[in-house]
């Protein structure tokens, strides 16, 4: 009798751990049964960093320390988890009918202890579509992660865990799920491209916070400190607000600077007097509601009037308004951006390559977005590129073609590998870089002077420089459709304003 092959390569952790707890979600939606997984996952790091400080402060008790005083765990950076919030005590719980409830005080009691909590945590755990035997099962099940692990890798491996169940929530609702997180690969490949080092990294639309914790990352793989930078936030919406505040959280960062208030960046710039050394950010893809109008004569328009029926030139003249002296920026924005001329767009455009902002153009795969089908470039930004950091790019952008890598990871989305990542960064670095070896490669890069920009009427779509034929991706029925609809709108305002001067006018006649 033939042996069965045992050497099949076990899933990871993650992948094991998100199958399992899908199949207890039932009749719940992805939006909803997000906050109770990753809601548990994160009461789970917090109780194991305590139970670590308060078995350590136990065995001290007699060099007078104190395992039920707060002060001991709030110098340490550690949450103080009161006793009924405790895992051992809840898992001791599971199998209760009322255990929804006995999760939900947890949280209320964890967020009265811990100042920088308050109203991040979810109570969510004891709504009747949500059923305590799966529940019971869910808090098992969170219960071993990173068991038997030692307790200086358990942070890590929830962390991870968290990060990956995340980028699955997202994918497990489609289009909503784009609102609150950011593809990890293309996360990734800006932060890559950056390399924010040390200093203060910004994004003002940070979602859950991925850009943070991708940096972060860079920083330890370089044997760096976590401390050498400091981040900086903004939020509109309060449920992904909070996510971001546990997945910084659970990788030990400093979330106090990470803001939320309903208005937005434009209308309630939280930062407005910072100046970041790193922007990185993913801004919601031509925005026509952002309130424009209310802001015509705003200090941020350096580089020109940005269209009410269009955020994306205000997007990028807010990241621009917000960087230091020699500040980088890498954003992601609709390609659009990169031939449009409504409303005044492309005069901006043209003030922008023309003040010597535009560093690198990066043109991107088609379905990399969960939210839009939209075709999207990055922007890379430098307010010094003359600085001694780097060499002198001021008369010139480097324009990269990527649209032909990634690969499918579903019918519907692509993503691009560690190798199409490093093939980009790789390219940027070594034209950025004194030391660096770059060659044009045609189809790929160019590294193209501003009077070549100039006769192309400051168009910055890469395959126009790199020599490949514009395709159909770079018209975008639902972006052109957007647009055409905000330039009619200005049209009819502008007529209106002239019809009540007119009637104002007659009413001035007398017949």
Not at 115 to 130: C, E, T
Not at 458 to 482: A, N, Q, S
Request: net charge negative; charged share 25%; glycine share 8%.
């Amino acid at each position: 009798m033939a042996k069965k092959n045992t050497t099949a390569k076990e899933e990871p952790l993650e992948k094991q751990l998100w199958k399992a707890a899908d199949k207890l979600r039932k009749n719940i939606d992805a939006a909803e049964y997000k906050h109770v997984v990753l809601g548990l996952i994160f009461l789970k790091y917090i109780s194991d960093a305590f139970e670590e400080l308060y078995a350590q402060l136990k065995a001290e008790e007699t060099q007078g320390a104190d395992p039920e005083d707060k002060d001991e765990y709030k110098a340490e950076n550690v949450f103080f988890v009161p006793q009924d919030a405790r895992w051992s005590y809840l898992q001791s719980k599971a199998k209760q009918p009322e255990i929804g409830k006995f999760v939900d005080d947890a949280m209320d009691a964890i967020e009265k202890e811990n100042a920088s909590l308050k109203g991040v945590l979810p109570k969510v755990f004891a709504r009747q579509n949500l059923d305590p035997t799966s529940l019971g099962e869910l808090i098992d099940l969170v219960g071993n992660i990173a068991l038997g692990d030692a307790k200086a890798r358990s942070a890590d491996v929830l962390g991870h865990v968290f990060e990956y169940f995340l980028g699955e929530f997202a994918l497990a609702e489609g289009k909503q799920g784009g609102q609150f997180y950011t593809p990890r690969s293309i996360v990734e490949l800006l932060v890559k491209m950056l390399e924010p080092y040390n200093g203060r990294v910004f994004d003002p639309c940070c979602g859950s916070g991925g850009m943070f914790v991708q940096s972060e990352k860079l920083v330890i793989e370089h044997q760096g400190k976590v401390n050498d930078i400091s981040i900086y936030g903004q939020e509109s919406n309060q449920t992904t607000w909070r996510l971001a505040k546990m997945n910084l959280a659970i990788r030990g960062i400093d979330s106090s600077q990470v803001k939320w208030n309903n208005e937005g960046s434009f209308l309630n710039d939280t930062h407005k007097d910072l100046k970041a050394d790193y922007i990185i950010a993913n801004p919601p893809f031509n925005v026509s509601d952002w309130g424009g109008d209310l802001m015509r004569t705003d200090g941020r328009w350096q580089y020109g009037t940005p269209p009410t029926g269009n955020a994306n030139f205000a997007w990028m003249q807010h990241f621009i308004y917000h960087l230091a002296p020699s500040g980088q920026a890498g954003v992601v924005l609709a390609k659009g951006a990169l031939t449009s001329k409504t409303s005044g767009e492309g005069d901006i455009r043209k003030a922008l390559v023309e003040n010597g902002l535009i560093d690198c153009i990066v043109n991107l795969p088609a379905k990399l977005f969960l939210n839009t089908q939209i075709p999207a470039a990055l922007w890379f930004m430098s307010r010094n590129r003359k600085n001694g950091k780097f060499r002198d790019r001021s008369n010139a952008i480097l324009f990269i073609d990527a649209r032909n890598l990634g690969h499918l990871i579903n019918r519907r989305t692509r993503e691009l590998s560690k190798e199409d990542i490093d093939k980009i960064t790789s390219t940027y670095h070594n034209w950025r870089n004194p030391d660096g070896t770059y060659d044009d490669i045609a189809g790929f890069c160019v590294s193209a002077p501003i009077s070549k920009v100039k006769e192309l009427d400051y168009v910055l779509t890469p395959g126009r420089y790199v020599g490949l034929p514009d395709d159909e991706d770079d018209f975008d029925f639902k972006e052109r459709f957007t647009a055409l609809k905000a330039e009619l709108e200005e049209q009819l305002k502008e007529e209106a304003k002239l019809n009540e001067t007119i009637a104002a006018n007659l009413l001035k006649i007398k017949f």
